[in-house]
Nanobody, 126 residues
Framework: QVQLVESGGGLVQAGGSLRLSCAASGRTFSSYTMGWFRQAPGVEREFVAAIRWRGSITSYADSVKGRFTISGDNAKNTVNLEMNSLKPEDTAVYYC???????????????????WGRGTQVTVSS
């Protein structure tokens, strides 16, 4: 079992920045891909970014490309999401997720991830 705990959420003004962190414990060696998703009221959960430990390959949603950066630490037990130039539409609950299966493409759908954190609220004020 993989346990994920998000942190770093909060309230920020439009144009500001936040850094989210996801601490992983348990069978972290089985987490081939780590991802960030977000969900706002009234909309479906959407993909934000993902990173594969092997090769540090990353993928981003078009809506955050150029503004957000996903990264991991050397121990591969923490994944971060640097969010810059935040917009009010970025307001959502952000979830950290782990995909422990081997896929040849970058997983961008929530159903492809087996483990989830409980989320952290990010609110961007105008």
């Amino acid at each position: 079992q993989v346990q994920l705990v998000e942190s770093g959420g909060g309230l920020v003004q439009a144009g500001g920045s936040l850094r989210l962190s996801c601490a992983a414990s348990g069978r972290t060696f089985s987490s081939y891909t780590m991802g960030w998703f977000r969900q706002a009221p009234g909309v479906e959960r959407e993909f934000v970014a993902a990173i594969r430990w092997r090769g540090s390959i990353t993928s981003y949603a078009d809506s955050v490309k150029g503004r957000f950066t996903i990264s991991g630490d050397n121990a591969k037990n923490t994944v971060n999401l640097e969010m810059n130039s935040l917009k009010p539409e970025d307001t959502a609950v952000y979830y950290c997720a782990a995909d422990v299966t081997v896929t040849f493409g970058m997983p961008r759908m929530s159903v492809q991830y087996e483990y989830w954190g409980r989320g952290t609220q990010v609110t961007v004020s105008s």
